[in-house]
């Protein structure tokens, strides 16, 4: 079965240091991947996509994620957190043009 | 100033009560999706409708309805065949399965 696993569940990170949010696919071929960001009682908000052209891609707010097709991850990165940054992050698959699967969150902390 | 929007934020629902929450869109986009939030869950799709007059089940449909009269609009019933209705629900729109946008979203709450 195609799925979508955030390996951690929540991370903290201090303010100004580099931001790591994992994700690994389960995939017999290379999906459509995306991040979305969600702030406290509020929608989601897509950060980056990625859809088998460059494996680096570049998102809003100095976000970024690489995917790697023989490590099946695509994680997110940012070089320097701000506080702003605080809010829930969701890893989101889509597999051959069907209903998009969601990872079931992290949630990202920083520390002032 | 286009965009998705719910209404309302928060709303209650009485024991046996079905209660309708609405979305509306003005990204001229076809498809249209319902997903449920748990905490510490990732989203589950409720319905989804792909074009005007016509909508299909998700993976967690029963105690929900939906209509889809209007392309702008695709308004989600939550029915009293739904014991645990509460929340948060967010409507999405896009232009098929790739790139969704996603509206602010209704929280529910039973009293």
């Known amino acids: 079965a195609q799925s979508v696993t955030q390996l951690d569940s929540h991370v903290s990170v201090s303010e100004g240091t580099p931001v790591l949010l994992r994700c690994n696919y389960s995939s017999s071929y290379s999906p459509s991947l995306f991040w979305y960001v969600q702030h406290p009682n509020k929608g989601l908000q897509l950060l980056l996509k990625?859809?088998?052209?460059?494996?680096l891609v570049k998102g809003i707010n100095g976000f970024e994620a690489e995917f790697k097709k023989s490590e099946t991850s695509f994680h997110l990165t940012k070089p320097s957190a701000h506080m702003s940054d605080a809010a829930e992050y969701f890893c989101v698959s889509n597999f051959g043009n069907e209903k998009l699967t969601f990872g079931t969150g992290t949630r990202l902390t920083i520390i002032p | 100033d286009g965009g998705i929007t719910q209404s309302p934020k928060y709303l209650f629902r009485k024991e046996g009560q079905n209660v309708t929450l609405s979305c509306e869109q003005n990204?001229?986009?076809?498809?249209m999706y319902w997903y449920r939030q748990d905490p510490g869950q990732g989203l589950r799709l409720i319905y989804y409708s792909q074009i005007v007059n016509d909508f299909q089940k998700g993976d967690i449909a029963e105690g929900y309805s939906v209509s889809r009269e209007k392309k702008e609009s695709f308004p989600l019933t939550v029915t009293s065949a739904q014991k645990n209705p509460t929340a948060f629900y967010l409507c999405a729109s896009g232009r098929g399965w790739e790139t969704q946008y996603f509206g602010p979203g209704t929280r529910l709450l039973v009293l």
């Open positions: 990204l001229n986009h076809d498809a």
């Open positions: 990625y859809t088998s052209a460059a494996t």
